[in-house]
């Protein structure tokens, strides 16, 4: 088990992803089960802010996660998860205990057979604390911003850079306020910079990390 911490931007999933391929492992991307719940909840008009109601539409669900995939109901939401609205309102999840508690166990689930890389912001701390390797990649929130605006460009989406830095320096202070499994660093988790850094020099840091060579 290997995990990967981080805020958004900071390059952690296709990281995680790119490094599971290298090692033949499993990748976990935890931040799709949320995304999933919350667009089903949008989809639903349930009340975001209903503890109850929003663990109810969880247990409910017909999720599942196959290599590159989000699935609900059978319907590939790969793409529709990525929305910017979807973004904006998975908090609403991140921050309701039950259904967190729901998907903690989803993640444990899916990892107790293979050996896995997850990424998320819980994974080293609560989640996995027992794993063989953790990290907490990280880069500037100027890095990340241009990062993300890039993404949302690509896929056609409408943004600009200043209102994506905004939206993560909130979602920054949010998720390491959150009393319930707050973004931090895991006490034995190396922090990993990646400005400046490409993707394959991250992955090949990290794969030298969890693989050192004889």
Do not use: N
């Not at 989406?157 to 920054?172: F, H, K, P, S």
């Not at 959150?178 to 992955?203: C, F, H, Q, Y």
């Amino acid at each position: 088990m290997v995990t990967i911490d981080g805020p958004a931007g900071a390059g952690k999933s296709t990281v995680a992803r790119l490094l599971a391929d290298r090692l033949g492992w499993r990748f976990l991307d935890t931040g799709a089960m949320y995304r999933v719940v919350t667009l089903a909840a949008l989809r639903e008009g349930v009340d975001l802010e209903d503890a109850g109601a929003l663990d109810r539409l969880a247990a409910g669900l017909d999720a599942s996660f196959p290599p590159g995939l989000a699935l609900l109901g059978g319907e590939d939401v790969s793409a529709a998860i990525r929305d910017v609205a979807v973004t904006r309102f998975s908090r609403f999840i991140a921050d309701c205990a039950p259904v967190r508690a729901r998907l903690v166990g989803w993640q444990r689930a899916f990892a107790e057979s293979d050996d896995v890389v997850t990424e998320g912001r819980d994974q080293g701390t609560i989640v996995f604390p027992d794993a063989y390797r953790k990290f907490f990649v990280t880069a500037s929130d100027h890095e990340r911003a241009r990062r993300r605006h890039r993404e949302l460009v690509a896929r056609g989406q409408d943004a600009t850079l200043e209102a994506v830095l905004a939206d993560q320096r909130a979602r920054d202070a949010r998720d390491a306020g959150r009393a319930i499994a707050p973004m931090r660093a895991a006490d034995d988790a190396e922090t990993v910079d990646t400005t400046g850094l490409s993707i394959e020099d991250v992955v090949e840091l990290l794969h030298r990390k969890v693989r050192p060579a004889p």
